[in-house]
Protein backbone atom coordinates (compact mmCIF):
# COMPACT_ATOMS: atom_id res chain seq x y z
CA UNK A 1 0.00 0.00 0.00
CA UNK A 2 1.18 3.59 -0.93
CA UNK A 3 2.19 5.36 2.19
CA UNK A 4 1.86 9.75 1.82
CA UNK A 5 3.89 11.22 4.62
CA UNK A 6 4.97 14.53 4.92
CA UNK A 7 7.35 17.59 3.59
CA UNK A 8 9.78 18.82 5.65
CA UNK A 9 12.85 20.99 4.96
CA UNK A 10 12.65 20.49 1.59
CA UNK A 11 11.93 17.16 0.81
CA UNK A 12 9.45 13.93 1.19
CA UNK A 13 9.83 12.43 4.76
CA UNK A 14 8.01 9.80 6.04
CA UNK A 15 5.63 10.06 8.73
CA UNK A 16 6.56 8.58 11.87
CA UNK A 17 4.00 8.58 14.38
CA UNK A 18 2.28 5.07 13.30
CA UNK A 19 -0.95 6.83 13.09
CA UNK A 20 -2.75 6.81 9.39
CA UNK A 21 -5.70 7.52 7.35
CA UNK A 22 -7.52 5.80 4.55
CA UNK A 23 -7.01 7.83 1.29
CA UNK A 24 -9.78 6.10 -1.07
CA UNK A 25 -10.67 6.37 -5.03
CA UNK A 26 -13.82 7.74 -4.82
CA UNK A 27 -15.36 6.13 -7.92
CA UNK A 28 -14.37 2.64 -6.93
CA UNK A 29 -14.47 2.60 -3.31
CA UNK A 30 -10.95 1.41 -3.05
CA UNK A 31 -8.10 2.65 -0.75
CA UNK A 32 -5.68 3.74 -3.03
CA UNK A 33 -3.24 4.85 -0.37
CA UNK A 34 -2.41 5.81 3.29
CA UNK A 35 -2.07 9.23 4.57
CA UNK A 36 0.48 9.51 7.55
CA UNK A 37 -0.89 11.97 10.57
CA UNK A 38 1.63 14.15 12.06
CA UNK A 39 2.41 14.19 15.90
CA UNK A 40 3.27 17.10 17.94
CA UNK A 41 6.62 16.22 17.16
CA UNK A 42 6.45 16.17 13.38
CA UNK A 43 4.88 19.86 13.72
CA UNK A 44 7.97 21.08 15.74
CA UNK A 45 10.57 19.91 13.13
CA UNK A 46 8.20 21.67 10.05
CA UNK A 47 8.04 25.01 12.64
CA UNK A 48 11.65 24.33 13.09
CA UNK A 49 12.50 23.52 9.49
CA UNK A 50 10.18 26.96 8.94
CA UNK A 51 11.64 29.31 11.72
CA UNK A 52 15.53 28.62 10.42
CA UNK A 53 14.36 29.40 6.78
CA UNK A 54 12.41 32.03 6.85
CA UNK A 55 14.87 35.29 7.87
CA UNK A 56 17.39 34.51 4.54
CA UNK A 57 13.99 34.40 2.64
CA UNK A 58 12.90 37.60 4.07
CA UNK A 59 15.91 39.26 3.26
CA UNK A 60 15.80 38.10 -0.22
CA UNK A 61 14.83 41.30 -2.14
CA UNK A 62 11.42 40.81 -3.63
CA UNK A 63 12.10 40.94 -7.05
CA UNK A 64 14.13 37.79 -6.57
CA UNK A 65 10.94 36.04 -4.12
CA UNK A 66 8.88 37.09 -7.30
CA UNK A 67 10.77 35.14 -9.92
CA UNK A 68 10.49 31.90 -8.20
CA UNK A 69 6.93 32.66 -8.27
CA UNK A 70 7.20 33.00 -11.75
CA UNK A 71 8.76 30.05 -12.57
CA UNK A 72 6.22 27.90 -9.98
CA UNK A 73 3.96 28.96 -12.71
CA UNK A 74 5.69 27.71 -15.51
CA UNK A 75 5.93 24.37 -13.90
CA UNK A 76 2.49 24.43 -12.62
CA UNK A 77 1.66 24.58 -16.84
CA UNK A 78 4.27 22.14 -17.83
CA UNK A 79 2.46 19.88 -14.91
CA UNK A 80 -0.85 20.62 -15.58
CA UNK A 81 -2.01 17.15 -17.01
CA UNK A 82 -0.32 14.77 -14.14
CA UNK A 83 -1.48 17.39 -10.92
CA UNK A 84 -5.08 17.14 -12.56
CA UNK A 85 -5.35 13.33 -12.55
CA UNK A 86 -3.48 13.35 -9.19
CA UNK A 87 -6.01 15.42 -8.12
CA UNK A 88 -9.36 13.19 -9.67
CA UNK A 89 -8.08 10.41 -8.52
CA UNK A 90 -8.11 11.23 -4.96
CA UNK A 91 -11.45 13.89 -4.72
CA UNK A 92 -13.24 11.96 -7.75
CA UNK A 93 -13.89 15.68 -9.99
CA UNK A 94 -13.89 15.68 -13.79
CA UNK A 95 -10.39 16.16 -15.45
CA UNK A 96 -11.43 19.52 -16.62
CA UNK A 97 -12.66 20.48 -13.59
CA UNK A 98 -9.16 19.55 -11.92
CA UNK A 99 -7.75 21.40 -14.39
CA UNK A 100 -9.82 24.52 -13.25
CA UNK A 101 -8.72 23.39 -9.65
CA UNK A 102 -4.73 24.34 -10.72
CA UNK A 103 -5.78 27.06 -12.59
CA UNK A 104 -7.52 29.23 -10.13
CA UNK A 105 -4.44 28.74 -7.47
CA UNK A 106 -1.73 29.25 -11.05
CA UNK A 107 -3.69 32.91 -10.93
CA UNK A 108 -2.93 33.65 -7.34
CA UNK A 109 0.89 32.45 -7.80
CA UNK A 110 0.42 35.19 -10.86
CA UNK A 111 -0.71 37.63 -8.90
CA UNK A 112 1.66 36.97 -6.35
CA UNK A 113 4.49 37.49 -9.26
CA UNK A 114 3.75 41.62 -8.41
CA UNK A 115 4.80 41.18 -4.59
CA UNK A 116 7.28 44.24 -5.69
CA UNK A 117 4.84 46.25 -6.12
CA UNK A 118 2.53 45.08 -3.62
CA UNK A 119 5.29 45.47 -0.69
CA UNK A 120 6.13 48.94 -1.74
CA UNK A 121 5.44 51.03 1.00
CA UNK A 122 4.13 55.01 2.15
CA UNK A 123 6.34 58.04 2.04
CA UNK A 124 5.27 61.63 3.25
CA UNK A 125 8.39 63.60 2.62
CA UNK A 126 8.66 66.78 5.13
CA UNK A 127 6.03 65.26 7.48
CA UNK A 128 7.22 68.28 10.09
CA UNK A 129 10.73 70.38 10.06
CA UNK A 130 13.91 67.78 9.06
CA UNK A 131 10.83 65.08 9.31
CA UNK A 132 10.21 62.02 6.84
CA UNK A 133 7.54 58.89 7.77
CA UNK A 134 7.63 56.31 6.08
CA UNK A 135 5.59 52.92 6.49
CA UNK A 136 6.96 49.50 5.41
CA UNK A 137 4.84 46.06 5.49
CA UNK A 138 6.99 43.59 6.79
CA UNK A 139 6.22 39.46 6.51
CA UNK A 140 5.01 37.89 10.11
CA UNK A 141 7.51 35.35 10.05
CA UNK A 142 6.26 31.31 10.27
CA UNK A 143 2.53 30.97 9.36
CA UNK A 144 0.33 28.23 8.20
CA UNK A 145 -2.60 27.05 6.58
CA UNK A 146 -4.92 24.50 6.59
CA UNK A 147 -7.19 23.93 3.63
CA UNK A 148 -10.04 21.55 2.95
CA UNK A 149 -10.49 18.69 1.05
CA UNK A 150 -12.61 19.98 -1.82
CA UNK A 151 -9.95 22.26 -4.03
CA UNK A 152 -6.65 20.62 -2.66
CA UNK A 153 -4.77 22.98 -5.31
CA UNK A 154 -6.61 25.93 -5.38
CA UNK A 155 -6.91 27.07 -1.97
CA UNK A 156 -3.20 25.90 -0.77
CA UNK A 157 -2.02 27.91 -3.52
CA UNK A 158 -4.14 31.04 -2.35
CA UNK A 159 -2.86 30.56 1.20
CA UNK A 160 1.27 29.59 0.55
CA UNK A 161 1.80 31.75 -2.25
CA UNK A 162 1.00 35.28 -1.18
CA UNK A 163 2.64 34.52 2.33
CA UNK A 164 5.81 33.32 1.02
CA UNK A 165 5.78 35.93 -1.77
CA UNK A 166 5.48 38.63 1.25
CA UNK A 167 8.98 36.56 3.30
CA UNK A 168 7.17 34.21 4.95
CA UNK A 169 7.51 30.68 5.49
CA UNK A 170 4.70 28.19 5.72
CA UNK A 171 3.62 25.55 7.17
CA UNK A 172 0.78 23.73 5.10
CA UNK A 173 -1.83 21.37 6.86
CA UNK A 174 -3.92 20.03 3.51
CA UNK A 175 -7.10 17.56 3.87
CA UNK A 176 -5.90 14.03 4.82
CA UNK A 177 -8.97 13.26 2.23
CA UNK A 178 -6.75 14.41 -0.95
CA UNK A 179 -3.22 14.84 0.09
CA UNK A 180 -1.09 14.00 -2.59
CA UNK A 181 -1.31 17.35 -4.84
CA UNK A 182 -0.66 19.89 -1.92
CA UNK A 183 2.59 17.39 -1.62
CA UNK A 184 3.60 17.75 -5.41
CA UNK A 185 3.18 21.59 -5.61
CA UNK A 186 5.59 21.76 -2.55
CA UNK A 187 8.14 19.72 -4.81
CA UNK A 188 7.71 22.29 -7.79
CA UNK A 189 8.32 25.60 -5.73
CA UNK A 190 11.56 23.73 -4.33
CA UNK A 191 12.00 22.84 -8.29
CA UNK A 192 11.23 27.03 -9.03
CA UNK A 193 14.27 27.95 -6.36
CA UNK A 194 12.30 28.28 -2.99
CA UNK A 195 14.78 26.99 -0.54
CA UNK A 196 14.03 24.25 1.30
CA UNK A 197 12.36 24.97 4.78
CA UNK A 198 10.02 27.52 3.35
CA UNK A 199 7.72 25.28 2.46
CA UNK A 200 6.52 22.87 4.48
CA UNK A 201 3.81 20.17 4.32
CA UNK A 202 2.22 18.38 7.07
CA UNK A 203 -0.80 15.88 6.88
CA UNK A 204 -2.61 15.16 9.82
CA UNK A 205 -6.08 15.48 11.44
CA UNK A 206 -6.98 17.29 14.50
CA UNK A 207 -4.34 16.64 16.55
CA UNK A 208 -1.81 18.29 13.63
CA UNK A 209 -4.28 21.31 13.75
CA UNK A 210 -3.82 21.55 17.52
CA UNK A 211 -0.35 21.65 17.73
CA UNK A 212 -0.36 24.52 14.70
CA UNK A 213 -2.84 26.60 16.77
CA UNK A 214 -0.88 26.00 20.29
CA UNK A 215 2.35 26.60 18.20
CA UNK A 216 4.06 29.51 20.02
CA UNK A 217 6.33 30.08 16.72
CA UNK A 218 3.17 30.23 14.35
CA UNK A 219 2.20 34.20 13.86
CA UNK A 220 -1.01 33.38 11.71
CA UNK A 221 -3.19 30.96 10.71
CA UNK A 222 -5.24 31.05 7.42
CA UNK A 223 -8.32 28.37 7.45
CA UNK A 224 -10.75 27.19 5.27
CA UNK A 225 -13.66 24.40 5.32
CA UNK A 226 -16.78 24.20 7.32
CA UNK A 227 -18.12 26.54 9.65
CA UNK A 228 -17.70 24.92 13.30
CA UNK A 229 -14.20 24.17 12.38
CA UNK A 230 -13.96 27.68 11.02
CA UNK A 231 -15.38 28.91 13.99
CA UNK A 232 -13.05 26.78 16.36
CA UNK A 233 -9.89 27.55 14.49
CA UNK A 234 -10.30 31.26 14.59
CA UNK A 235 -11.19 31.23 18.82
CA UNK A 236 -8.02 28.98 19.44
CA UNK A 237 -5.62 30.76 17.05
CA UNK A 238 -6.94 34.37 17.96
CA UNK A 239 -6.65 33.37 21.83
CA UNK A 240 -2.80 32.27 21.52
CA UNK A 241 -2.82 35.41 19.93
CA UNK A 242 -2.39 34.98 16.26
CA UNK A 243 -3.71 36.56 13.53
CA UNK A 244 -6.34 34.35 11.76
CA UNK A 245 -9.01 34.82 8.48
CA UNK A 246 -10.98 31.43 8.46
CA UNK A 247 -12.95 30.85 5.75
CA UNK A 248 -16.65 28.94 6.39
CA UNK A 249 -19.47 26.89 4.64
CA UNK A 250 -22.37 28.15 2.59
CA UNK A 251 -25.72 28.12 0.95
CA UNK A 252 -25.87 30.36 -1.74
CA UNK A 253 -29.13 32.22 -3.40
CA UNK A 254 -29.76 32.60 -7.10
CA UNK A 255 -32.43 34.77 -7.62
CA UNK A 256 -34.55 34.50 -10.82
CA UNK A 257 -36.42 37.30 -11.33
CA UNK A 258 -39.48 37.08 -14.32
CA UNK A 259 -37.67 39.11 -16.49
CA UNK A 260 -34.58 37.00 -16.56
CA UNK A 261 -33.69 34.78 -19.61
CA UNK A 262 -35.22 31.57 -18.30
CA UNK A 263 -32.62 29.66 -20.73
CA UNK A 264 -29.48 31.04 -19.43
CA UNK A 265 -30.73 30.92 -15.79
CA UNK A 266 -31.74 27.07 -15.91
CA UNK A 267 -28.12 26.61 -17.66
CA UNK A 268 -26.04 28.31 -14.80
CA UNK A 269 -28.24 26.45 -12.34
CA UNK A 270 -26.94 23.18 -13.64
CA UNK A 271 -23.74 24.24 -13.80
CA UNK A 272 -23.39 26.13 -10.61
CA UNK A 273 -25.81 23.60 -8.75
CA UNK A 274 -24.17 19.76 -9.75
CA UNK A 275 -20.73 21.28 -11.08
CA UNK A 276 -17.84 19.10 -9.11
CA UNK A 277 -21.20 17.11 -7.51
CA UNK A 278 -22.23 20.49 -5.31
CA UNK A 279 -19.08 19.99 -3.79
CA UNK A 280 -18.04 23.91 -3.78
CA UNK A 281 -18.43 25.95 -1.58
CA UNK A 282 -19.31 28.61 -4.19
CA UNK A 283 -22.04 25.96 -5.64
CA UNK A 284 -25.61 27.54 -5.97
CA UNK A 285 -28.04 25.32 -3.52
CA UNK A 286 -30.89 27.19 -3.82
CA UNK A 287 -33.30 29.20 -6.32
CA UNK A 288 -35.71 31.57 -5.50
CA UNK A 289 -37.81 32.03 -8.68
CA UNK A 290 -40.22 35.06 -8.28
CA UNK A 291 -44.04 34.75 -9.22
CA UNK A 292 -45.25 31.18 -9.61
CA UNK A 293 -44.93 31.54 -13.85
CA UNK A 294 -41.15 31.99 -13.40
CA UNK A 295 -41.46 29.01 -10.91
CA UNK A 296 -43.49 26.26 -13.12
CA UNK A 297 -41.35 27.38 -15.98
CA UNK A 298 -38.33 26.98 -14.30
CA UNK A 299 -38.92 23.60 -13.16
CA UNK A 300 -39.87 22.63 -16.10
CA UNK A 301 -36.66 23.85 -18.22
CA UNK A 302 -34.70 22.35 -14.82
CA UNK A 303 -35.83 18.74 -14.47
CA UNK A 304 -35.01 17.18 -17.83
CA UNK A 305 -31.38 19.17 -18.02
CA UNK A 306 -30.92 17.39 -13.95
CA UNK A 307 -32.23 13.73 -15.55
CA UNK A 308 -29.74 14.06 -18.15
CA UNK A 309 -26.76 14.76 -16.63
CA UNK A 310 -23.62 12.45 -17.25
CA UNK A 311 -22.32 10.96 -14.36
CA UNK A 312 -19.27 9.25 -14.12
CA UNK A 313 -15.70 8.54 -12.94
CA UNK A 314 -13.11 11.29 -14.41
CA UNK A 315 -11.48 8.23 -16.30
CA UNK A 316 -14.54 8.28 -18.52
CA UNK A 317 -13.74 11.25 -20.72
CA UNK A 318 -14.16 15.29 -20.46
CA UNK A 319 -18.13 15.12 -21.17
CA UNK A 320 -18.75 13.94 -18.31
CA UNK A 321 -20.48 16.82 -15.70
CA UNK A 322 -19.45 15.25 -12.31
CA UNK A 323 -18.30 12.13 -10.78
CA UNK A 324 -18.61 10.72 -7.47
CA UNK A 325 -18.89 12.54 -3.64
CA UNK A 326 -15.36 12.47 -2.00
CA UNK A 327 -16.06 9.69 0.62
CA UNK A 328 -18.73 6.74 1.91
CA UNK A 329 -19.72 9.05 4.44
CA UNK A 330 -20.43 12.10 2.60
CA UNK A 331 -22.58 10.01 0.38
CA UNK A 332 -24.73 8.69 3.13
CA UNK A 333 -24.78 12.60 4.47
CA UNK A 334 -25.92 13.53 1.31
CA UNK A 335 -29.01 11.20 1.11
CA UNK A 336 -29.63 11.06 4.13
CA UNK A 337 -30.55 14.60 4.14
CA UNK A 338 -32.54 14.07 0.73
CA UNK A 339 -34.59 11.56 2.84
CA UNK A 340 -35.33 14.21 5.73
CA UNK A 341 -36.34 16.71 2.60
CA UNK A 342 -39.07 14.17 1.63
CA UNK A 343 -40.11 13.69 5.32
CA UNK A 344 -40.63 17.30 6.17
CA UNK A 345 -42.70 17.69 2.69
CA UNK A 346 -40.77 19.13 0.09
CA UNK A 347 -41.61 18.19 -3.62
CA UNK A 348 -38.55 15.94 -4.80
CA UNK A 349 -38.81 16.30 -8.59
CA UNK A 350 -35.82 14.92 -9.40
CA UNK A 351 -34.48 11.66 -7.23
CA UNK A 352 -30.83 11.03 -8.05
CA UNK A 353 -30.56 8.74 -4.48
CA UNK A 354 -30.77 5.36 -6.16
CA UNK A 355 -28.32 5.87 -8.81
CA UNK A 356 -26.19 3.22 -9.58
CA UNK A 357 -22.61 3.88 -11.30
CA UNK A 358 -22.44 0.67 -14.20
CA UNK A 359 -19.07 -1.34 -13.54
CA UNK A 360 -18.63 1.19 -10.35
CA UNK A 361 -21.26 -0.20 -8.00
CA UNK A 362 -18.92 0.75 -4.85
CA UNK A 363 -17.99 4.20 -5.56
CA UNK A 364 -19.57 7.41 -4.14
CA UNK A 365 -21.85 8.46 -6.72
CA UNK A 366 -25.19 9.68 -6.67
CA UNK A 367 -27.69 11.15 -9.31
CA UNK A 368 -28.74 15.20 -8.98
CA UNK A 369 -31.45 15.82 -7.07
CA UNK A 370 -33.96 18.75 -7.59
CA UNK A 371 -36.62 19.52 -4.81
CA UNK A 372 -39.57 22.24 -5.26
CA UNK A 373 -41.90 23.99 -2.89
CA UNK A 374 -38.67 24.00 0.38
CA UNK A 375 -39.51 26.50 2.54
CA UNK A 376 -37.16 28.37 5.57
CA UNK A 377 -37.89 25.80 8.16
CA UNK A 378 -36.97 23.20 6.49
CA UNK A 379 -33.26 21.18 7.20
CA UNK A 380 -32.79 20.90 3.41
CA UNK A 381 -32.95 24.83 3.53
CA UNK A 382 -30.78 25.65 6.68
CA UNK A 383 -28.11 23.31 6.16
CA UNK A 384 -25.39 23.10 3.41
CA UNK A 385 -25.64 19.85 1.81
CA UNK A 386 -22.47 19.83 -0.24
CA UNK A 387 -23.91 17.19 -2.54
CA UNK A 388 -25.82 17.37 -6.04
CA UNK A 389 -28.94 18.48 -4.88
CA UNK A 390 -30.93 22.08 -5.89
CA UNK A 391 -33.67 23.28 -3.65
CA UNK A 392 -35.96 25.32 -5.16
CA UNK A 393 -38.22 28.28 -2.76
CA UNK A 394 -40.85 30.00 -4.57
CA UNK A 395 -41.28 33.56 -3.59
CA UNK A 396 -44.15 35.80 -4.42
CA UNK A 397 -42.19 39.59 -4.72
CA UNK A 398 -38.35 40.10 -5.36
CA UNK A 399 -38.41 41.76 -1.33
CA UNK A 400 -39.52 38.25 -0.48
CA UNK A 401 -36.73 36.68 -2.41
CA UNK A 402 -34.60 39.02 -1.64
CA UNK A 403 -35.27 38.66 2.43
CA UNK A 404 -34.02 34.72 1.86
CA UNK A 405 -30.21 34.95 1.30
CA UNK A 406 -30.50 38.33 3.68
CA UNK A 407 -31.48 36.14 6.53
CA UNK A 408 -29.72 33.21 5.91
CA UNK A 409 -26.85 32.89 8.62
CA UNK A 410 -24.11 31.37 5.51
CA UNK A 411 -23.14 34.43 3.75
CA UNK A 412 -20.74 33.41 0.80
CA UNK A 413 -21.87 33.96 -2.49
CA UNK A 414 -25.48 35.01 -4.26
CA UNK A 415 -26.66 35.92 -7.77
CA UNK A 416 -29.27 37.44 -9.38
CA UNK A 417 -30.81 36.82 -13.14
CA UNK A 418 -32.26 39.89 -14.10
CA UNK A 419 -32.95 42.27 -17.12
CA UNK A 420 -33.46 45.20 -14.85
CA UNK A 421 -30.32 46.96 -14.19
CA UNK A 422 -32.21 48.86 -11.43
CA UNK A 423 -33.15 46.24 -9.77
CA UNK A 424 -29.58 44.57 -9.89
CA UNK A 425 -28.24 47.19 -8.03
CA UNK A 426 -30.57 47.10 -5.91
CA UNK A 427 -29.76 43.69 -4.93
CA UNK A 428 -26.10 43.92 -4.91
CA UNK A 429 -26.42 47.39 -2.66
CA UNK A 430 -28.38 45.38 -0.18
CA UNK A 431 -27.37 42.06 0.20
CA UNK A 432 -25.49 41.26 3.25
CA UNK A 433 -23.12 38.63 1.65
CA UNK A 434 -19.57 38.89 0.38
CA UNK A 435 -19.71 37.85 -3.42
CA UNK A 436 -21.82 38.78 -5.71
CA UNK A 437 -22.86 37.73 -9.40
CA UNK A 438 -25.27 39.92 -11.54
CA UNK A 439 -26.42 37.31 -13.91
CA UNK A 440 -23.18 35.38 -13.09
CA UNK A 441 -24.18 32.20 -10.88
CA UNK A 442 -20.61 31.85 -9.34
CA UNK A 443 -19.36 34.74 -8.50
CA UNK A 444 -15.79 33.81 -7.50
CA UNK A 445 -13.47 36.79 -7.61
CA UNK A 446 -10.53 36.96 -9.73
CA UNK A 447 -6.85 36.44 -8.25
CA UNK A 448 -6.46 40.29 -8.20
CA UNK A 449 -9.50 41.20 -6.04
CA UNK A 450 -10.61 39.30 -2.97
CA UNK A 451 -12.75 36.38 -2.25
CA UNK A 452 -14.39 36.23 1.22
CA UNK A 453 -17.63 35.66 2.73
CA UNK A 454 -19.69 37.46 5.21
CA UNK A 455 -21.96 36.43 8.26
CA UNK A 456 -20.79 32.35 9.38
CA UNK A 457 -19.09 32.14 6.05
CA UNK A 458 -15.90 34.12 7.13
CA UNK A 459 -14.43 35.28 10.39
CA UNK A 460 -11.78 37.45 10.31
CA UNK A 461 -11.32 40.98 9.27
CA UNK A 462 -9.52 40.56 5.69
CA UNK A 463 -10.27 38.45 2.53
CA UNK A 464 -8.02 35.62 0.74
CA UNK A 465 -5.66 36.59 -2.65
CA UNK A 466 -5.52 39.89 -4.09
CA UNK A 467 -4.50 43.10 -2.20
CA UNK A 468 -5.91 41.46 1.26
CA UNK A 469 -3.75 38.22 0.91
CA UNK A 470 -0.70 40.82 1.40
CA UNK A 471 -1.96 42.62 4.22
CA UNK A 472 -3.00 39.49 5.74
CA UNK A 473 0.74 38.02 5.42
CA UNK A 474 2.36 41.51 6.77
CA UNK A 475 2.46 43.89 9.24
CA UNK A 476 2.79 47.49 8.94
CA UNK A 477 6.02 49.35 10.27
CA UNK A 478 5.74 53.15 10.38
CA UNK A 479 8.87 55.23 10.74
CA UNK A 480 9.75 58.33 11.68
CA UNK A 481 12.63 60.18 11.13
CA UNK A 482 14.04 63.29 11.78
CA UNK A 483 17.30 64.55 10.26
CA UNK A 484 17.96 68.06 12.52
CA UNK A 485 19.80 70.87 10.10
CA UNK A 486 20.83 72.98 12.91
CA UNK A 487 22.03 72.21 16.12
CA UNK A 488 20.10 69.52 18.22
CA UNK A 489 17.45 71.76 20.23
CA UNK A 490 17.85 69.59 23.86
CA UNK A 491 14.76 67.58 24.73
CA UNK A 492 11.05 68.20 24.34
CA UNK A 493 8.76 67.05 27.19
CA UNK A 494 5.32 67.57 25.19
CA UNK A 495 4.23 65.19 23.03
CA UNK A 496 5.03 66.02 20.00
CA UNK A 497 1.63 67.66 17.57
CA UNK A 498 1.49 69.52 14.58
CA UNK A 499 1.53 73.05 15.52
P1 LIG B 1 -13.61 20.35 7.18
O1 LIG B 1 -14.00 21.48 8.06
O2 LIG B 1 -14.06 18.97 7.54
O3 LIG B 1 -12.00 20.25 7.09
C1 LIG B 1 -11.20 21.37 6.79
C2 LIG B 1 -9.84 21.20 7.45
O4 LIG B 1 -10.02 21.14 8.87
C3 LIG B 1 -9.12 19.92 7.04
O5 LIG B 1 -7.76 20.20 6.87
C4 LIG B 1 -9.37 18.99 8.23
O6 LIG B 1 -8.33 18.07 8.42
C5 LIG B 1 -9.47 19.93 9.40
N1 LIG B 1 -10.38 19.44 10.45
C6 LIG B 1 -11.46 18.63 10.29
N2 LIG B 1 -12.05 18.39 11.48
C7 LIG B 1 -11.32 19.07 12.41
C8 LIG B 1 -11.44 19.23 13.83
N3 LIG B 1 -12.42 18.64 14.52
N4 LIG B 1 -10.53 19.99 14.46
C9 LIG B 1 -9.54 20.59 13.79
N5 LIG B 1 -9.38 20.48 12.43
C10 LIG B 1 -10.26 19.73 11.76
O7 LIG B 1 -14.06 20.75 5.70
P2 LIG B 1 -14.02 19.84 4.38
O8 LIG B 1 -15.08 18.81 4.48
O9 LIG B 1 -12.63 19.41 4.08
O10 LIG B 1 -14.41 20.94 3.28
C11 LIG B 1 -15.73 21.27 2.95
C12 LIG B 1 -16.19 22.53 3.67
O11 LIG B 1 -15.30 23.62 3.35
C13 LIG B 1 -17.56 22.99 3.21
O12 LIG B 1 -18.28 23.44 4.35
C14 LIG B 1 -17.27 24.15 2.27
O13 LIG B 1 -18.30 25.10 2.15
C15 LIG B 1 -16.08 24.75 2.95
N6 LIG B 1 -15.30 25.57 2.02
C16 LIG B 1 -15.34 26.92 2.19
C17 LIG B 1 -14.66 27.75 1.32
C18 LIG B 1 -14.67 29.24 1.52
O14 LIG B 1 -13.82 29.92 0.95
N7 LIG B 1 -15.60 29.77 2.30
C19 LIG B 1 -13.93 27.19 0.27
C20 LIG B 1 -13.91 25.80 0.13
C21 LIG B 1 -14.60 25.00 1.02
Known sequence: MQKIGHFIGGKKVEGTSGRYSDVFNPATGEVQAQVALASQQEIDAAVANAADAQPAWAATNPQRRARVM???????????????????????????????????????????????????????????????????????GVVAGITPFNFPAMIPMWKFCPAIACGNSFVLKPSERDPSVPIMLAELMIEAGLPAGVLNVVNGDKSAVDAILDHETIQAVGFVGSTPIAQYVYSRATAAGKRAQCFGGAKNHMIIMPDADLDQAADALIGAGYGA???????????????????????????????????????????????????????????????????????????????????????????????????????????????????????????????????????????????????????????????????????????????????????????????????????????????????????????????
Open 70 to 140: MKFVDLLNRDMDKLAEALSREHGKTLPDAKGDVIRGLEVAEFCIGAPHLLKGEFTEGAGPGIDMYSMRQPL
Open 277 to 499: AGERCMAVSVAVPVGQSTADALIEKLAPKIESLKIGPYTAGDDVDFGPLVTKEALGRVRGLVDQGVKEGANLVVDGRNFSMQGYENGYFMGGCLFDNVTRDMEIYKTEIFGPVLSVVRAETYEEALDLPLSHEYGNGTAIFTRDGDTARDFASRINIGMVGINVPIPVPLAYHTFGGWKKSGFGDLNQHGPDGFKFYTRTKTVTARWPSGLKDGAEFVIPTMK
